[in-house]
Nanobody, 124 residues
Framework: QVQLVESGGGLVQAGGSLRLSCAAS?????????LGWFRQAPGKEREFVAA????????DYADSVKGRFTISRDNAKKTVYLQMNSLSPEDTAAYYCAARPIVVHRRPDDNDYWGQGTQVTVSS
């Protein structure tokens, strides 16, 4: 099994920044696991935000966050980060960490492991 625990959410004003973290653990977690972030706003479906390959050499971003969000990982700490800058109220959502061997898919149902989520609220 793989356990994912997110942290770093909170309330921030529009234009502000937050850094989310997701710590991975479990016997099934290996350095070849890709990691990613998704988000879900009230009344909306869960959507892809960003993903990073197991080596950290490849990243992928949703168009809505490109240029504002940066995903990174520290394999020694088994942790993935999401640096979020220039936040807007449209970014308000619960943010979830996901893991899958080799590559994280943009379709949420295709990914194997999920964290419990951390809430991000951006006030105008």
């Amino acid at each position: 099994q793989v356990q994912l625990v997110e942290s770093g959410g909170g309330l921030v004003q529009a234009g502000g920044s937050l850094r989310l973290s997701c710590a991975a653990s479990g016997r099934a977690f290996s350095s070849t696991m890709a990691l990613g972030w998704f988000r879900q706003a009230p009344g909306k479906e869960r959507e892809f935000v960003a993903a990073i390959s197991w080596s950290g050499g490849r990243t992928d971003y949703a168009d809505s966050v490109k240029g504002r969000f940066t995903i990174s990982r520290d394999n020694a700490k088994k942790t993935v980060y999401l640096q979020m800058n220039s936040l807007s109220p449209e970014d308000t959502a619960a943010y979830y960490c996901a893991a899958r061997p080799i590559v994280v898919h943009r379709r949420p149902d295709d990914n194997d492991y999920w964290g419990q989520g951390t809430q991000v609220t951006v006030s105008s």
